[in-house]
């Protein structure tokens, strides 16, 4: 069974362009998350979308985004990059809904943005 | 909001040493708590967690923990650690909203 894929795996853009990144969840798996890991905030949850829909978004601005098709493959996209938005950007999926944590996140290996 | 604090940002310890890093949580709702482990240039890989229930938890690769609501910590202890250990852990919570909040992270350095 394939892992969490997450494409590409490094990436370098210029400040103000925008980036998509992509994660194809393990098969089966509706539930997909997004997390930002830097060395200085540590890891913080972006959003997770289940069917198609935001469930939950964390504290980040606008100009983060993200969708989610009908085959569970999710993308992030940020738009007006900055300096600070260099990162390693985690997703995970999972098979059960919202409301029910009783199983595992398996997380990809990330995209590492690095914005210049 | 929930909270997670990992005391310890790394800790040394020896081959075949027993370790345990520190976490403690804070939350006024339930809380379903998990430790991640994080190899170089890799993703995460769940090492265990606690729903409820038994309050001693066992995970992979030997590692387990205590979940102690009186202290609100979740410690997790090895009783002897081999050098492929070495990485970084983390500590997180999450209340049922799948979304998942994690402590700043211990690196784990065993040393022959």
């Known amino acids: 069974k394939a892992g969490v894929t997450q494409t590409p795996r490094y990436l370098i853009k210029t400040r103000g362009q925008q980036v998509t990144l992509s994660c194809s969840p393990i098969s089966g798996h509706r539930s997909v998350s997004w997390y930002q890991q830097t060395p200085g905030q540590g890891l913080q949850f972006l959003f997770e979308y289940f069917s198609e829909t935001q469930r939950n978004k964390g504290n980040f601005p606008g100009r983060f985004s993200g969708r989610q098709f009908s085959n569970s493959r999710s993308e992030m996209n940020v738009s007006t990059l900055e300096l600070g938005d260099s990162a390693l950007y985690l997703c995970?999926?999972?098979?059960?809904?919202?409301?029910?944590?009783?199983?595992?996140?398996?997380f990809g290996q990330g995209t590492r943005l690095t914005v210049v | 909001a929930q909270s997670v604090t990992q005391l310890d940002s790394q800790v040394p310890v020896f081959e075949e040493a027993p370790v345990e890093l520190r976490c403690n949580y804070s939350?006024?709702?339930?809380?379903?708590l998990f430790w991640y482990v994080q190899y170089p240039n890799q993703g995460l890989q769940l090492l265990l967690k606690y729903l409820s229930g038994s309050t001693l938890v066992k995970g992979i690769n030997g590692f387990e923990a205590e979940f102690n609501k009186s202290q609100t910590s979740f410690h997790l202890r090895k009783p002897s650690v081999h050098i492929s250990d070495t990485a970084e852990y983390f500590c997180?919570?999450?209340?049922?909203?799948?979304?998942?909040?994690f402590g700043s992270g211990t690196r784990l350095q065993v040393q022959p």
């Open positions: 939350s006024s709702v339930s809380v379903y």
């Open positions: 997180a919570g999450d209340t049922g909203r799948r979304a998942l909040t």
């Open positions: 995970a999926s999972s098979s059960l809904g919202p409301g029910s944590v009783d199983t595992e996140a398996f």
